[in-house]
């Protein structure tokens, strides 16, 4: 494991079996991991210091996101979820949380369909990656086809919380390509989600929570935080933040993180 210098925590490079990873620590308490989604880590520090609040956060930034170097030898989500297994065995000796946003709850369920015996507890947060529709039936936004700034009326609940990308400097914009780019490499066909992960779900035996916010537009399926959790043969929930879109994490990240902690300390029913 190598220090990777950083003005604004703790990184660690971590050398795994699938390949390198780099791994943001910070906060105080029981470990819990984060799973970034589409953008990395760019918008995510206030979600990040409210868990950080109450817990040991180990964010992973996932391979092609700019911060972490991509590699030929990931070729898929499912090759994204073998990094989440890699890194979560390799740096802790019992189950551990583990949260995923979006694409990276995609990753998430990946993980803790083969790895059950890793996870002590599974929140999704307004996941991506399965399709329950008919065939001709989109189950997301098409993200490439959609004007930009439609599309980011659509991920937000509250316009005002939008990010502006004039705040970001040269070298955040860099990461931004970088993750628009591995979107696109891990998402494209078929098209965010994985014909075999909702069959799998019954493979999903940690406690599991779901959260949604209200006013996701990204997401074209009704219900589907209920679908997601009525697929989960584990004891599952489901929370719906009022007001929010699919950037639940940037739009309420105290909220996020409050229900997050209490699903965390709560024991299964």
């Given at each position: 494991?190598?220090?990777?210098?950083?003005?604004?925590?703790?990184?660690?490079?971590?050398?795994?079996?699938?390949?390198?990873?780099?791994?943001?620590?910070?906060?105080?308490?029981?470990?819990?991991?984060?799973?970034?989604?589409?953008?990395?880590?760019?918008?995510?520090?206030?979600?990040?210091?409210?868990?950080?609040?109450?817990?040991?956060?180990?964010?992973?930034?996932?391979?092609?996101?700019?911060?972490?170097?991509?590699?030929?030898?990931?070729?898929?989500?499912?090759?994204?979820?073998?990094?989440?297994?890699?890194?979560?065995?390799?740096?802790?000796?019992?189950?551990?949380?583990?949260?995923?946003?979006?694409?990276g709850a995609w990753v998430t369920a990946q993980a803790a369909v083969f790895g059950q015996h890793l996870f002590s507890k599974v929140v999704l947060?307004?996941?991506?990656?399965?399709?329950?529709?008919?065939?001709?039936?989109?189950?997301?936004?098409?993200?490439?086809?959609?004007?930009?700034?439609?599309?980011?009326?659509?991920l937000y609940g509250d316009p005002s919380r939008i990010p502006d990308l004039r705040d970001l400097d040269d070298d955040e914009f860099l990461r931004?390509?970088?993750?628009?780019?591995?979107?696109?490499?891990?998402?494209?066909?078929?098209?965010?989600?994985?014909?075999?992960?909702?069959?799998?779900?019954?493979?999903?035996?940690?406690?599991?929570?779901?959260?949604?916010?209200?006013?996701?537009?990204?997401?074209?399926?009704?219900?589907?935080?209920?679908?997601?959790?009525?697929?989960?043969?584990?004891?599952?929930?489901?929370?719906?933040?009022?007001?929010?879109?699919?950037?639940?994490?940037?739009?309420?990240?105290?909220?996020?993180?409050?229900?997050?902690?209490?699903?965390?300390?709560?024991?299964?029913?």
């Amino acid at each position: 494991m190598k220090q990777v210098p950083d003005t604004t925590g703790c990184f660690e490079e971590v050398q795994l079996s699938s390949g390198i990873v780099i791994v943001e620590r910070s906060g105080h308490g029981p470990p819990i991991i984060l799973v970034h989604g589409e953008d990395g880590s760019l918008f995510l520090r206030p979600f990040i210091e409210a868990l950080g609040a109450h817990k040991e956060v180990h964010l992973i930034n996932l391979p092609g996101w700019g911060v972490t170097p991509g590699s030929n030898d990931i070729e898929g989500v499912d090759d994204l979820g073998l990094v989440l297994s890699d890194y979560t065995m390799s740096q802790f000796a019992s189950p551990t949380p583990v949260i995923g946003l979006s694409l990276g709850a995609w990753v998430t369920a990946q993980a803790a369909v083969f790895g059950q015996h890793l996870f002590s507890k599974v929140v999704l947060v307004s996941p991506i990656g399965i399709k329950t529709t008919a065939r001709e039936e989109r189950s997301y936004v098409d993200i490439w086809a959609t004007d930009p700034g439609e599309l980011r009326h659509l991920l937000y609940g509250d316009p005002s919380r939008i990010p502006d990308l004039r705040d970001l400097d040269d070298d955040e914009f860099l990461r931004l390509a970088h993750a628009t780019e591995a979107v696109a490499r891990h998402g494209w066909a078929p098209y965010l989600y994985d014909p075999k992960l909702a069959r799998r779900l019954v493979r999903l035996t940690s406690q599991t929570l779901i959260v949604t916010g209200t006013e996701d537009h990204f997401v074209l399926e009704p219900s589907f935080g209920e679908r997601w959790a009525a697929l989960v043969t584990g004891a599952s929930e489901h929370v719906a933040i009022q007001g929010v879109g699919h950037r639940a994490e940037e739009e309420a990240p105290h909220e996020l993180a409050a229900v997050i902690h209490k699903f965390l300390e709560s024991q299964p029913s």
